[in-house]
């Protein structure tokens, strides 16, 4: 008869080291450059209090999620979901608003965001969904009632709204939709979509921004006063849509048979994205859609939404190789960087550490989601293997997105660094997210 190991020496067993390790490498680079970035606005001390206490706390969920057994949550998906959508429906009712976003709630000493944690419940309820449905990933029906998973946490999230929260959800979903075994057309479609969605508002944005700039060049002025016009940009697709279905009718004719569904599907898409544009225009103020275009050419507005970029890459840059030392980054400290604590925090790691405080955050960074995607591989079941593929895939979208923010390669989104920006609901849902990876990898064998 086996003898079951005593509570302590199971955790102490379910607990990937190298993961941990990773994780509070992170974190004491988090508290050093929090406290930096407060020091210009006297707010260190309460900063660094603030995220000590969310990190203990979320550090009591990481216990909690490591010892739980992580294949309940594929058994009480709909519950999951079901209070997953009451919170965020009650944030929209009894919610605080900042900067302009009615997605906390405030108990005074401490405030909560919801959406942070709602990611990672979606994680579990549409692994759980793809693992029991896997057998019917070839129909539209499948799809059908993925996005509508999908869509019930979108639009009660676009709501508030909070657009950067929303954009994490697309790359987790693409991925498990393709770990599925889920058609490469129908992905394409669903990219199409997502790009079209958003990209139409953002492309009317940049146009009006652009026109200042085409004095003298006639063409470029007159195509774009012709997309800005409404009317026009709709007679632009039907041309698009017409010229789909004339490439179908010309490869039918050259003998390349493919099937009618297929054009019909793309073009059924392509109207959908250009529908969805509509809402998501609406959501977006009209400085939100400037920020997350103005990353092509921050020159546009350097003063306005452009400044952000400009000086974090003043301060990346003036950091060099090896930094201008612990608190002694002139952006950080004389406040040219603004958010520096939350999405910015990595220019200033970059300014005060240099490139190589820089390279040894996302060495560690690598380290995480390496960690994550072996627990993905060796994982017992495929559910446990689909959580902790989209655990990894979240986070490395997060990665990926602010540090290319900071640096002027990527849309100023509102992102935080994961781990590393400032936030209690962030740094909790993220220590919750490691206890739910550490579960899976405590389960990867039958007699544990």
Not at 55 to 82: A, E, H, M, W
Not at 211 to 237: D, R, S
Not at 328 to 340: D, H, R, Y
Not at 371 to 399: P, Q
Request: charged letters at 10%; aromatic letters at 18%; hydrophobic letters at 55%.
């Amino acid at each position: 008869m086996i003898q079951e190991r005593p509570f302590f020496q199971r955790l102490i067993f379910s607990i990937d080291w190298w993961l941990v390790f990773s994780v509070m490498v992170l974190m004491s680079i988090s508290f050093a450059a929090i406290y930096s970035a407060g020091i210009n606005y006297e707010l260190s001390f309460r900063y660094v209090s603030v995220q000590l206490l969310a990190s203990s706390i979320g550090f009591v969920g990481f216990l909690f999620f490591t010892g739980f057994n992580y294949q309940y949550y594929k058994y009480i998906g709909k519950l999951l979901y079901i209070f997953s959508l009451m919170i965020l429906v009650a944030v929209l009712i009894f919610g605080s608003v900042k900067r302009g976003t009615k997605g906390w709630f405030d108990f005074g000493f401490v405030s909560f965001q919801p959406v942070e944690f709602a990611k990672i419940v979606f994680i579990l309820i549409f692994a759980a969904f793809l693992d029991i449905c896997s057998k019917e990933s070839k129909k539209i029906s499948f799809l059908i009632f993925a996005f509508a998973i999908l869509a019930g946490h979108l639009t009660l999230i676009m709501m508030q709204p909070d657009f950067s929260s929303t954009l994490s959800y697309f790359p987790v979903t693409l991925v498990l939709l393709f770990t599925i075994g889920v058609g490469f057309f129908r992905l394409i479609c669903i990219m199409i979509l997502g790009i079209l969605a958003v990209g139409i508002p953002l492309l009317a944005t940049f146009i009006d921004m652009q026109l200042e700039f085409l004095q003298g060049k006639m063409l470029l002025t007159k195509v774009a006063i012709f997309l800005k016009t409404g009317w026009n940009v709709f007679y632009f697709i039907f041309v698009i849509l017409f010229l789909i279905m004339c490439g179908w009718w010309l490869l039918w004719k050259l003998k390349i048979k493919i099937q009618i569904v297929y054009p019909i599907v793309l073009s059924v898409t392509i109207l959908l994205g250009c529908m969805a544009s509509i809402p998501v225009k609406n959501s977006l103020k009209d400085y939100q859609r400037k920020r997350l275009i103005v990353f092509l050419n921050p020159n546009i507005d350097p003063r306005g939404s452009g400044y952000n970029i400009i000086q974090s890459k003043i301060a990346i840059g003036s950091g060099k190789f090896m930094g201008k030392g612990f608190k002694k980054g002139t952006q950080a400290q004389l406040g040219f960087v603004p958010e520096q604590h939350t999405d910015f925090i990595f220019s200033v790691i970059g300014e005060e550490g240099g490139w190589v405080m820089a390279q040894l955050t996302l060495f560690f960074y690598f380290i995480f989601i390496w960690r994550a995607l072996m627990i993905a591989k060796e994982a017992r079941d495929r559910y446990g293997s689909l959580v902790a593929i989209g655990i990894a895939t979240m986070f490395t979208f997060y990665v990926v997105i602010n540090v290319g923010m900071v640096m002027g390669m990527m849309p100023v989104t509102g992102m935080p660094l994961l781990m590393l920006s400032y936030g209690g609901s962030s740094i909790f849902s993220s220590l919750c997210a490691v206890g739910i990876l550490c579960s899976i990898h405590s389960k990867r064998y039958t007699y544990c």
